[in-house]
């Protein structure tokens, strides 16, 4: 018989890639619908102000407006604000309590940040109702900044800590500001609606339809059925594409109103001002250690800025869960804070929560091994958890399956020449250049949304298709899922078609994020790949006279055992397979960074010059995909740990950094050729031994950047630099050295 395929594991180039390097992918903006109209929000220019009255009579007059509507307008058609919805509770997860106040889609009563919607104005055209905005009359009353902490929770054992902090030889502490960032995703936010016969049909550029399909029935008081939500490709996501926006309820309201499709573009300085952003995490953290290196307590206060309306807090409670990392600390004590002010919400971006944990602890570990003669490697590998040591319960519950974090590391070491770094570092010295090389290990915590479907179906024609609830906005579905499919059915990947992005078609799902597509995809896949198999094995076992028992398949035939006698897969008939799996388990990918810095010290200017990354997603079903996936999180990483802040004004709240004039990205020229490896050491709780893959280039490397600087600037009387290490802020800390 025919030798089954083996796709599993290959690096198959991207098929998608022809289409949209080619200019044939759909995107959201791509769409026209037949006699659609255009929307534009007015946006508050105040980051917290008292909405006196909205006048909209003069606009209304201009040719080709149709509608201004208002917060008072939805209220009085009922619009129910946007619903506050954890993606979990989790029992793998730390549980956070608090109070959320509502967020409406349009705020009738006051502007909490600047560029929140207060009015949508729809016209024929875009640039009517672009115009129009502009002349809308708000009648506002600025008001004094307000923050509100809306979550307190403590975790661990204070007592316990505070005796091993009496009895430490050694204690370091560290207090930082985690720098706030947005995704930036290469398509804006844009949204069409249509109304008709009672139904709503969204276009959105949604990472999750299944998740929005439900957030708009609720908001607009319908049955789910009411609405469909579709998205074909997705120009990125990075987390931020995960939420609900007021777009989508405003352009499906609006559309119904005026009786026409409602077509929403935003452009890029309203996605800075309203797209989520992340990070902006205060934290004042310690480290208690013995005499010869061992970590005994850790304790730690973060507090989580969420913005003007709490959208998730699941950076909060990842980021506590395993603030500890990779190591062993017998003690913790923990607080997690969360505040409402006034700027954009804040909510999960790639690897929620978790570079901000693991930037401080590999901090406090390069203090406590510069300040007290620890050798940084030695100090780390002592103190990590070991295989033996497997299943691990962290000091906050939660059970790292699996893992070898000291073959990480040395790998990671190995790969970036750790021992011959002193050569380059006197080399550099020559060219009046501070070299540092910076270590940092990271484990992540990957859950999501815990239920997931697939629906596979075998057509005669000689096709798979593949319904499934995940959506791609860049990582290579297309390919590496069906990779998966054909070695199953032993067929060719381009026999494979991928269905996703549409509600009515993929009707349950858990969208993309959290490291969830493939990790859960693939256990739903499988099984319903089984199921499928099973219903030809009884259609074959009719065509060919014999009991469905004696059906074996093989190579992509349906024979029976021991004969000759055989059907090819695709000449039994469509044969379909469902399944539909919830599981709350959760994955802990880890892995190592390791970089490498130069520092002008006449400019500040920090230049990475090398950068390795190995991690482990248990097992590699792209390994081609997987290395470009570490290389985006490397840069964007990177980018936080160099460049990107968003900066609002002191005392206005005005948004300093909303346009690429301002916001400064990582490109090309900059970055160096990244060194990447994969480790495979299967997860224990997966039945493919599957865990998250795709962010481990970014969790890691704040703490490898920073802690490179560190060492760069160590010779110059400079211990710590806060991040974003722009030019300026380097030369500032010189500079106080210089003077002092």
């Known amino acids: 018989m025919q030798k089954p395929y083996r796709w599993i594991g290959q690096p198959l180039p991207r098929k998608e ?156 502490r560290l207090q930082t500001q985690l720098n706030r960032v947005t995704g930036v995703p290469l398509e804006p936010r844009v949204t069409i609606a249509a109304y008709e016969d009672g139904r709503y049909t969204i276009h959105a550029t949604s990472a999750w339809v299944q998740r929005h399909r439900g957030d708009l029935a609720t908001v607009l008081r319908v049955p789910e059925e009411a609405v469909r939500v579709v998205t074909r490709d997705l120009g990125g996501n990075y987390g931020t594409r995960n939420n609900f926006y007021p777009e989508y309820a405003l352009t499906a309201w609006a559309a119904k109103r005026v009786g026409r499709p409602v077509k929403c573009a935003l452009e890029r300085h309203e996605c800075f001002l309203s797209d989520d952003h992340s990070r902006d995490l205060a934290v004042q953290a310690e480290l208690a250690l013995d005499g010869d290196g061992n970590f005994l307590a850790f304790r730690t206060v973060n ?80 103190n990590l958890v070991p295989v033996a040591a497997m299943p691990y319960r962290n000091p906050f519950g939660l059970v790292y399956d699996s893992g070898d974090y000291a073959m990480a590391q040395d790998r990671a070491a190995a790969a970036a020449d750790w021992a011959g770094f002193e050569a380059r570092r006197a080399e550099a010295l020559k060219r009046s250049r501070h070299r540092g ?59 494979v078609r991928l269905l996703a992005g549409d509600s009515d078609v993929a009707k349950v799902g858990g969208g993309t994020h959290s490291g969830r597509s493939m990790r859960m995809g693939a256990v739903v896949m499988r099984c319903a790949s089984d199921k499928a198999i099973d219903e030809g094995k009884k259609i074959a076992a009719e065509r060919l006279e014999a009991a469905a028992a004696d059906i074996e398949f093989v190579a992509g035939r349906f024979a029976v055992k021991g004969t000759d006698r055989s059907v090819g897969l695709f000449e039994v008939g469509v044969v379909a397979g469902v399944y539909d799996e919830t599981t709350p388990l959760p994955s802990f990918a880890y892995g190592c960074a390791v970089c490498e810095v130069e520092i002008d010290p006449e400019t500040g200017v920090v230049e990475v010059v090398r950068h390795t990354n190995v991690d482990d997603c248990g097992r590699a079903i792209n390994p081609l995909i997987l290395h470009g996936q570490a290389h985006g999180g490397m840069a964007a990483g990177i980018g936080q740990a160099l460049l990107e802040r968003c900066v609002y004004e002191a005392g206005s709240g005005q948004l300093q950094t909303a346009t690429l004039m301002d916001y400064a990205l990582p490109r090309a020229d900059m970055l160096p050729m990244f060194t990447t490896e994969i480790s495979e050491v299967p997860s224990t709780t997966h039945p493919l031994g599957l865990r998250g893959g795709g962010e481990g280039g970014t969790t890691p490397a704040l703490g490898a950047v920073a802690n490179a600087i560190a060492d760069a600037l160590a010779p110059l009387g400079v211990e710590h630099v806060e991040l974003p290490a722009t030019p300026e802020r380097v030369w500032r800390y010189l500079s106080s050295k210089r003077m002092g």
């Open 17 to 172: 890639d022809d289409r949209l390097l080619s200019g044939k992918g759909c995107y959201t903006a791509d769409l026209t619908l037949p006699g659609e109209v255009h929307a534009c929000v007015v946006r508050s220019p105040h980051a917290h102000a008292r909405i006196r009255g909205i006048d909209a009579a003069g606009v209304l007059a201009i040719p080709g407006m149709l509608a201004v509507l208002t917060g008072r307008d939805a209220a009085a058609d009922g619009l129910q604000p946007i619903p506050f919805r954890p993606i979990s509770p989790n029992p793998h997860e730390v549980p956070l309590k608090g109070s959320f106040p509502p967020f409406p889609v349009l705020s009738a009563d006051r502007a909490r940040f600047v560029g929140e919607a207060i009015a949508v104005v729809v016209a024929e055209t875009r640039a009517i109702a672009r115009d129009a905005a502009e002349q809308v009359e708000v009648d506002y009353e600025p008001l004094d900044a307000a923050v509100e902490t809306c979550i307190d929770n403590e975790f661990g054992d204070p007592a316990a800590v505070a005796a091993a902090f009496a009895s430490a030889t050694h204690i370091v």
């Open 303 to 382: 507090t989580s800025n969420l913005g003007a309306h709490a959208v998730s807090a699941v950076p909060l409670s990842k980021g506590i869960g395993v603030s500890t990392s990779v190591y062993r600390v017998p003690a913790v004590a923990a607080r997690a804070r969360g505040i409402l002010s006034n700027t954009a919400p804040t909510s999960a971006y790639r690897a929620a929560g978790r570079p901000e944990v693991m930037f401080v602890i590999e901090r406090l570990i390069d203090l406590a091994a510069r300040r007290h003669g620890f050798d940084r490697l030695a100090l780390r590998k002592r």
């Open 437 to 495: 090389i910076g270590i940092a290990n990271y484990i992540e915590l990957n859950t999501g949304a815990p239920r997931e479907q697939a629906e596979i179906t075998v057509r005669p024609e000689g096709r798979i298709d593949v319904v499934l609830g995940t959506l791609s906005s860049g990582q290579g579905h297309e390919t590496s899922f069906a990779q998966l499919v054909a070695d199953w059915f032993s067929v060719d990947p381009s026999q």
